[in-house]
């Protein structure tokens, strides 16, 4: 299986895959997730990450005793504040060099753009704001970085933003990850968590490239 089949299959099928590591890896499974919510809010490649629903189902087997709720907690903190200071820090400094040529192979100038005008519209923020819109959530510290907000700002909206996202997502799959109908329909819940969090940004990109084509 290559690299995009075993990303995609790991997006659309969390909860299997997450249980198969919890099996194969024990409390190491902690590290990895670690690792994918860091990479999708710390690295401008990986937008595409599922931060939102690899949350959700964590929560909803801590409620079943495969993983620790507390544990959970804190690595998730830890793993979205301290990749929305990375890739604040990979804007301070790489950004204007990647953006200066327009679009590149992974940099998207419409992703930018999209940032952009969420700062426009929401001021400061943004930082808070973006973390429930995928790849605006990736990109917005990402131009933070290259200067659209002083750091000192961006720690308060950052750690404030990061602990009510994983609030959000992981309270709701501990609390609702236990009923019958969620734990039989878990495949269809996190096809339902993507569509509906990626549903605003695709037609906004939609929107925009019809904008730029004309």
């Not at 495969?66 to 830890?78: C, D, I, N, P, T």
């Not at 308060?156 to 609390?175: D, I, K, M, Q, S």
Request: net charge neutral.
């Amino acid at each position: 299986m290559g690299l995009i089949e075993f990303l995609i299959d790991f997006i659309l099928h969390v909860d299997t895959n997450l249980i198969l590591l919890i099996h194969t890896y024990g409390v190491w499974v902690y590290v990895l997730i670690f690792l994918v919510v860091f990479c999708e809010t710390g690295l401008v490649v990986f937008p595409f990450l599922p931060g939102d629903s690899l949350i959700f189902i964590a929560g909803a087997l801590s409620s079943q005793g495969s993983l620790s709720f507390e544990l959970l907690f804190a690595v998730f903190v830890l793993a979205a504040v301290g990749g929305d200071a990375a890739n604040y820090s990979i804007g301070h400094y790489l950004g204007p060099r990647v953006f200066h040529d327009g679009n590149s192979r992974f940099f998207k100038r419409e992703y930018l753009d999209m940032a952009q005008e969420f700062y426009e519209r929401h001021g400061g923020a943004t930082i808070f704001l973006a973390r429930f819109v995928p790849i605006v959530r990736t990109f917005a510290p990402f131009l933070a970085g290259i200067g659209c907000m002083p750091y000192r700002h961006f720690v308060l909206y950052n750690f404030l933003g990061g602990v009510a996202w994983v609030a959000l997502f992981l309270f709701g799959g501990f609390f609702f990850g236990g009923l019958q109908i969620v734990k039989d329909n878990l495949s269809l819940i996190i096809i339902s968590i993507i569509v509906v969090s990626l549903a605003p940004t695709a037609l906004k990109l939609l929107t925009m490239r019809k904008k730029n084509s004309r």
